[in-house]
């Protein structure tokens, strides 16, 4: 039996718990309960999760006394825009709420992020819950407060901090999760190792497999020590203008390369951050400011769990133009001055900020990259 973990983001007034491990959908309301001003909720999930998981969390919140309502949204990152955003806002304004009204997200981070986003936005500001159904969501985006929409400009360029009132972790509802979903969410997590944490990197070049084949406790450890170096990031720089930084390692090739797939199917979010740091590694040994053995480690963990190495794994990848890629990643968000901001390394476990990194060298980088040859089989599928 999986023991239960609890983990406190230290935000002054708006400090909250992160709750780890199993049977917490069907627990709900007793842990609810403590931090909600109303026993009343409004629970928005998507289809997929609603099939799999919403009768447990409703028995959950019967049993603690809390009542509950439900919007159900159709799956996928289309559902994060203006009009489902706009219908979501008045749908729940129809159903009668207070400012001690919270609402539920259980689902991805797509559901964690429209939902806590609408909380921002309702009455200038309601409680919300998150309750994470996916290993991304668990490990990454309901922790931290960063909630957001897409624009036709670009994804999540329009959102609010806005921090929950608690998370509930359940490792149970990762057990529906596709492999692929699993695996870009795994991506996140070796992220933590990477930047930061050498030890973290190590254990999970040994219980890796086993987590990504179903091991529920390896699952739990890497969704705690997730959350704790998330929390104690977001605990020193809430609205990231510093250390939080280093937590978009990856994120600058990898939003490049998502961009140009289209936002889809073809690039998970996840595996496009796991060929970014790659990407990362590489061009950071290449710079000779880190050991060349570093991004052969990347590559070989990569291999042992099934994330993607090579650029030309993408589904559908009819080639990348260098010149394509680095447009895009001087839209990125990170951009200031006119400069792209990198997460490079200088080993396993000691990820750095650079805006040092000239735009010719990159393109060289780059021409280099898209060219490659695939050194391992397809994406893994479902
Ligand atoms: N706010 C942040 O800090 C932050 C950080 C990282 C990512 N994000 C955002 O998160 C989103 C991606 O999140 P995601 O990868 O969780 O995607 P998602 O929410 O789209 O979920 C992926 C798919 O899995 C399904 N699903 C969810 N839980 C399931 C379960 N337990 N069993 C079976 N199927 C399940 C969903 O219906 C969906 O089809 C992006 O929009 C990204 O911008 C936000």
């Not at 997590?189 to 086993?210: C, N, T």
């Not at 589904?315 to 968000?333: S, T």
Request: hydrophobic share 45%; aromatic share 4%.
């Amino acid at each position: 039996m999986s023991e239960r973990r609890s983990l406190r983001v230290e935000l002054g007034a708006r400090s909250y718990d992160i709750v780890i491990g199993t049977r917490l959908l069907a627990e709900a309301g007793g842990l609810i309960a403590p931090v909600v001003r109303q026993k009343r909720t409004i629970i928005v999930t998507d289809e997929n999760v609603a099939k799999l998981h919403l009768d447990t969390l409703r028995t959950g919140l019967d049993q603690g006394g809390i009542a509950h309502q439900t919007i159900v949204l159709p799956p996928g990152e289309h559902t994060k825009d203006f009009p489902h955003f706009g219908k979501l806002a008045e749908d729940i304004l129809a159903l009668g709420i207070e400012r001690g009204t919270p609402l539920i997200a259980l689902g991805g981070g797509v559901i964690g992020d429209l939902t806590g986003f609408t909380a921002a936005t309702l009455l200038r500001g309601i409680d919300y819950v998150q309750i994470p159904t996916t290993l991304l969501a668990q490990v990454d985006s309901s922790v931290g407060g960063k909630t957001a929409i897409d624009s036709q400009h670009g994804k999540n360029l329009v959102g609010a901090f806005h921090q929950p009132v608690l998370v509930l972790a359940d490792i149970d509802t990762l057990a529906t999760l596709p492999r692929r979903e699993l695996l870009a969410g795994y991506a996140e997590v070796v992220k933590y190792g990477l930047i930061r944490d050498r030890q973290f990197y190590e254990w999970l070049e040994s219980a890796g497999p086993k987590l990504v084949a179903g091991d529920a406790d390896a699952r739990r450890e890497a969704v705690l020590k997730s959350c704790a170096a998330k929390a104690a990031v977001v605990a020193v720089d809430e609205r990231e203008t510093g250390e939080r930084q280093l937590l978009n390692f990856g994120h600058t090739f990898g939003h490049a390369l998502e961009a140009e797939t289209g936002f889809g199917d073809a690039l998970l979010h996840g595996e496009a951050v796991a060929l970014g740091m790659r990407l990362a590694f590489d061009l950071s040994a290449e710079l000779g400011l880190c050991p060349k053995d570093a991004p052969a480690r990347v590559r070989r963990h990569y291999a042992a769990v099934g994330l993607p190495i090579e650029l030309s794994q993408i589904a559908n990848a009819k080639g990348f133009k260098p010149e394509d890629l680095l447009r895009h990643m001087g839209k990125d968000k990170k951009v200031r001055d006119g400069r792209i901001t990198l997460i490079l390394a200088r080993d396993i476990g000691d990820a750095f900020i650079s805006r040092d990194v000239e735009r010719d060298r990159l393109l060289a980088f780059l021409a280099a990259e898209t060219g490659a040859k695939p050194r391992i089989g397809a994406l893994a599928r479902d």
